[in-house]
C-alpha cells in the first residue's frame, strides 16, 4: 500500500491471498500509516469484486470488501479492466522492493522477510522523489496527517464455505482436519466454515447458526486440529461382541451340566470383550509417510 501524494511505502508478506489474509493485510497497513485514507485503488481481484460486468456498469462489490470499506469509513475506487497504470505508484513500489530489499537475499520464515522491509523503509523514506522532487518523509507529514482516525474496534473479516461432517465427526478444509462434537452432529450434516487469518470456527446451518467448534487455523496440509474430548460419544466397539449361548432375558440361567461348554477355540474366534482403541488419523498419516507434506494453506 502507498500513499498517494507522498509515496509514502508500506508492504507485508503473505503466504495466502484468501480474504481473511487480504483485509488483514489492510488492518496492518492502517496501524502502520496511524489512520485511513479517504479512498482505496484496487484492480477487479475476487477479493474486492463480486463478479466481472460490462464497462458502463456498476461493479459489483463483494460483500465482506464492503461491510469493511463502511467499517473503516473508506471509499473502494475499482479501475477498469487491464488497466494497471491507474495504480502504477503501487505497482512500480512492487519493483522497487523486490530490487532493493528481496533481491540476492534468501529468507526462511515471514518475520525475516518483515524485518528486512522495515530496515530499508527508513533508507527509502530518506529519498527525494523523482516525482515531487521532495524527501518522501518530509512530504508524508501531511499526507498521515490527513488519514482518519482508527475506529475504536477492528472489523473481522471471514472467509465463510459449507463442508460435511464425516463419520468420523471431522471436517476438511485446505487439506487439513478440524473435529467437531460428536454429540452435536450427525455423519452428512452441513455446516459452516467461518474462516479467519488465525482461526477456523464450525458454525450449524439454519435459522441459528451456533458456534459448534473454534479451532487455530492449521499452518499447511495435514495440519490437521483435532480436540479428542469431541470423540466422545461415538461408537466405541464396547456393544460389538458375540456369545454361543443364547441370553434371551425370557429364557432362565442353563444349568451347568446342561449345556456343555464351548471349546476355548470357539471363544477366542468370538473375540469376546475385545476393547476397540482410538487412534487419532493422523497415524495413519504418519505410517503412509505423508507427515510434512506440502506447502502452506
Given at each position: 500500500?502507498?500513499?498517494?501524494?507522498?509515496?509514502?511505502?508500506?508492504?507485508?508478506?503473505?503466504t495466502s491471498l484468501d480474504l481473511a489474509t487480504f483485509w488483514g493485510c489492510h488492518q496492518r497497513a492502517f496501524a502502520h500509516f496511524?489512520?485511513?485514507?479517504?479512498?482505496?485503488?484496487?484492480?477487479?481481484?475476487?477479493?474486492?469484486?463480486?463478479?466481472?460486468?460490462?464497462?458502463?456498469?456498476?461493479?459489483?462489490?463483494?460483500?465482506?470488501?464492503?461491510?469493511?470499506?463502511?467499517?473503516?469509513?473508506?471509499?473502494?475506487?475499482?479501475?477498469?479492466?487491464?488497466?494497471?497504470?491507474?495504480?502504477?505508484?503501487?505497482?512500480?513500489?512492487?519493483?522497487?522492493?523486490?530490487?532493493?530489499?528481496?533481491?540476492?537475499?534468501?529468507?526462511?520464515?515471514?518475520?525475516?522477510?518483515?524485518?528486512?522491509?522495515?530496515?530499508?523503509?527508513?533508507?527509502?523514506?530518506?529519498?527525494?522523489?523523482?516525482?515531487?522532487?521532495?524527501?518522501?518523509?518530509?512530504?508524508?507529514?501531511?499526507?498521515?496527517?490527513?488519514?482518519?482516525?482508527?475506529?475504536?474496534?477492528?472489523?473481522?473479516?471471514?472467509?465463510?464455505?459449507?463442508?460435511?461432517?464425516?463419520?468420523?465427526?471431522?471436517?476438511?478444509?485446505?487439506?487439513?482436519?478440524?473435529?467437531?462434537?460428536?454429540?452435536?452432529?450427525?455423519?452428512?450434516?452441513?455446516?459452516?466454515?467461518?474462516?479467519?487469518?488465525?482461526?477456523?470456527?464450525?458454525?450449524?446451518?439454519?435459522?441459528?447458526?451456533?458456534?459448534?467448534?473454534?479451532?487455530?487455523?492449521?499452518?499447511?496440509?495435514?495440519?490437521?486440529?483435532?480436540?479428542?474430548?469431541?470423540?466422545?460419544?461415538?461408537?466405541?466397539?464396547?456393544?460389538?461382541?458375540?456369545?454361543?449361548?443364547?441370553?434371551?432375558?425370557?429364557?432362565?440361567?442353563?444349568?451347568?451340566?446342561?449345556?456343555?461348554?464351548?471349546?476355548?477355540?470357539?471363544?477366542?474366534?468370538?473375540?469376546?470383550?475385545?476393547?476397540?482403541?482410538?487412534?487419532?488419523?493422523?497415524?495413519?498419516?504418519?505410517?503412509?509417510?505423508?507427515?510434512?507434506?506440502?506447502?502452506?494453506?
Amino acid at each position: 500500500m502507498t500513499l498517494s501524494y507522498s509515496r509514502d511505502p508500506f508492504c507485508c508478506f503473505t503466504t495466502s491471498l484468501d480474504l481473511a489474509t487480504f483485509w488483514g493485510c489492510h488492518q496492518r497497513a492502517f496501524a502502520h500509516f496511524g489512520g485511513v485514507p479517504g479512498s482505496i485503488v484496487y484492480d477487479r481481484t475476487k477479493t474486492v469484486v463480486r463478479r466481472h460486468v460490462a464497462p458502463g456498469h456498476a461493479v459489483p462489490l463483494h460483500p465482506e470488501a464492503a461491510a469493511f470499506a463502511e467499517h473503516y469509513g473508506f471509499a473502494v475506487d475499482v479501475l477498469a479492466a487491464r488497466r494497471p497504470q491507474g495504480k502504477g505508484r503501487v505497482e512500480r513500489q512492487v519493483l522497487i522492493v523486490r530490487e532493493h530489499v528481496l533481491a540476492g537475499r534468501a529468507f526462511s520464515s515471514l518475520d525475516e522477510l518483515a524485518a528486512a522491509f522495515h530496515a530499508w523503509l527508513p533508507i527509502r523514506r530518506g529519498q527525494v522523489h523523482r516525482t515531487h522532487g521532495q524527501v518522501i518523509a518530509a512530504r508524508a507529514e501531511p499526507d498521515r496527517a490527513a488519514l482518519q482516525p482508527l475506529p475504536a474496534a477492528g472489523y473481522q473479516v471471514v472467509d465463510r464455505h459449507l463442508r460435511r461432517v464425516g463419520k468420523d465427526c471431522l471436517v476438511s478444509f485446505e487439506s487439513s482436519r478440524y473435529s467437531v462434537p460428536a454429540a452435536l452432529v450427525t455423519a452428512g450434516m452441513t455446516v459452516e466454515l467461518r474462516v479467519g487469518p488465525d482461526t477456523l470456527a464450525v458454525h450449524a446451518t439454519g435459522a441459528e447458526p451456533a458456534l459448534l467448534a473454534e479451532h487455530r487455523r492449521a499452518r499447511g496440509r495435514g495440519d490437521d486440529q483435532i480436540d479428542l474430548a469431541h470423540w466422545d460419544g461415538l461408537p466405541d466397539g464396547s456393544t460389538r461382541r458375540t456369545t454361543t449361548r443364547d441370553e434371551t432375558p425370557a429364557l432362565p440361567e442353563p444349568v451347568d451340566d446342561a449345556e456343555p461348554a464351548a471349546p476355548p477355540v470357539l471363544l477366542e474366534r468370538a473375540g469376546l470383550a475385545v476393547p476397540v482403541a482410538r487412534r487419532d488419523p493422523r497415524v495413519y498419516d504418519q505410517a503412509a509417510g505423508l507427515t510434512g507434506v506440502g506447502g502452506a494453506a
